[in-house]
């Protein structure tokens, strides 16, 4: 059992809240925890294990990716430094939560494990083909979650690419230019350091166009691992009640009238209901009438 501090229940609720980013960023955090661990233990006692750490790198060589075919997916969760690290957690919560407005939340992880997915092929593809890279192809490796979040960017570039972001001292600039000016920054950053990272970025960002164009992001099959947040978050337990019927009793006396309090408690569970669905399927999953249900709550709040 989990220690009921305030600290705890503050990450409990914030891990609850972002769903799908939440759980992400939690297990980049807890592998970059025990990555670095293992590295402080390596350091402080010489015992050279931290080299094993590589195990979870993705190879450019083909016959080191033979031997550790998992690292396909490990990849995309371990980070090399600090600083790495944080920009690419950083880089997951704002556009994940952006995009999370726009597709529904279980779409995230999909869109995140394909984006790293064809970026690291992307990125052993040409270090295959091109003769340029293979002289380094034995000694290179890939590590982080930079393609699989730009995945989520070319998703947001697909979906609304004149959405506004404000920036440092640009102010509001649409997607599409943030999106077109990192395409070309990526291929000019080739013929520099990092290019195998150029490279699984700009193949994790066009999984993402591509993915949200076709609307595939409306399918589930990464769902399953949006379970992992019962492991934190003990779920509601159903309440069964058990109501004795009633004899209907006939009486001459005058109607009641309609209860104020009951009426308003019963539309605000209409409303809840429509925002959860809206929050599991996104907006276009509504009905007309529940649409229009939506807009005249809205214009009874205006008018007040």
Request: charged share 15%; net charge positive; aromatic share 14%.
């Amino acid at each position: 059992m989990y220690p009921e501090t305030t600290i705890w229940n503050d990450l409990r609720i914030w891990y609850y809240n972002k769903g799908s980013v939440g759980q992400l960023i939690l297990l980049n955090t807890l592998l970059f925890l025990i990555t670095g661990t293992i590295g402080l233990v390596d350091f402080l006692f010489s015992l050279n294990i931290a080299p094993a750490v590589k195990l979870f790198y993705l190879p450019a060589s083909f016959s080191k990716l033979i031997a550790q075919i998992w690292s396909l997916g490990s990849y995309m969760f371990l980070h090399d430094g600090i600083w790495h690290y944080l920009f690419n957690m950083l880089g997951l919560y704002f556009l994940g939560m952006l995009l999370s407005d726009f597709v529904p939340r279980r779409s995230i992880i999909p869109i995140y494990l394909l984006g790293g997915l064809v970026g690291g092929l992307t990125y052993l593809t040409a270090y295959n083909l091109f003769p340029v890279f293979h002289a380094a192809i034995n000694d290179s490796y890939l590590v982080g979650a930079s393609a699989a979040v730009m995945a989520l960017l070319g998703a947001m570039f697909a979906l609304q690419p004149n959405f506004n972001v404000s920036l440092i001292i640009l102010g509001r600039v649409p997607i599409k230019y943030i999106s077109i000016f990192i395409i070309v920054y990526e291929l000019l950053m080739l013929s520099q350091s990092n290019a195998g990272g150029h490279l699984s970025h700009l193949g994790g960002m066009l999984l993402g166009y591509v993915y949200a164009q076709q609307a595939w992001y409306r399918y589930s099959f990464g769902e399953w691992l949006n379970n992992l947040k019962n492991l934190f978050v003990k779920p509601k337990q159903p309440r069964v009640v058990y109501r004795r019927p009633t004899e209907k009793v006939t009486t001459n006396a005058p109607s009641a009238k309609p209860n104020k309090a009951g009426t308003n408690r019963t539309r605000q569970e209409k409303v809840d209901a429509i925002l959860d669905k809206v929050a599991d399927s996104g907006y276009d999953s509504l009905s007309k009438e529940e649409k229009e249900f939506l807009f005249n709550i809205s214009q009874d709040i205006d008018d007040k």
